[in-house]
């Protein structure tokens, strides 16, 4: 049977999301859903992601709250950058140095990044561990530097290490 369903949740997962796009219960729709969970369930096999056990709880609720509070916190200030047309606004790059090297921590790192607006991941060096990192609203780069580092990374760290 794991031959057929190698991530079984994930299938279900995606058989029911299907189902719930089509807004139907007919054959045909069923039938492509059941293909689409198969195929995933298979491509994720084929990738064979490492087993991930995460450690402190408490790490990961801190990263969660900073997470929440930041998202909330930028789409503010974006808004206030494009409603009120400021001119004082300047945007650029910033290289940031990252200790973090667990691939695993290092796509949640790059999918809070790019979730909160006003920033986007843009390249990582992998060999030193250098991050390019785009800002909407760049004032204060080492202030940049120390959210990366204080607010995601060392929570980040603690969990994956």
């Not at 991530?7 to 999301?17: K, Q, R, Y």
């Not at 140095?97 to 796509?107: G, K, T, V, Y």
Request: aromatic letters at 6%; proline letters at 6%.
């Amino acid at each position: 049977m794991r031959g057929l369903l190698p991530h079984p949740l994930l299938s279900a997962g995606l058989f029911v999301m299907w189902m719930l796009m089509q807004r139907t219960v007919m054959p045909g729709p069923a039938l492509v859903g059941a293909a689409v969970a198969l195929l995933g369930g298979w491509a994720l096999a084929v990738l064979q992601p490492g087993r991930t056990r995460l450690g402190r709880p408490g790490a990961a609720l801190r990263l969660l709250g900073n997470v929440a509070a930041d998202v909330i916190r930028s789409n503010l200030g974006v808004a206030q950058v494009i409603l009120l047309r400021r001119k004082d606004r300047r945007a650029g790059f910033i290289r940031i140095r990252l200790a973090l090297r667990d691939p695993q921590a290092l796509a949640i790192l790059a999918v809070i990044l790019t979730a909160t607006p006003g920033t986007a991941w843009v390249e990582y060096e992998e060999e030193e561990g250098w991050l390019l990192l785009h800002v909407l609203d760049l004032i204060d780069e080492e202030a940049w530097v120390r959210i990366v580092k204080d607010r995601y990374e060392a929570p980040l760290m603690e969990m994956f290490q």
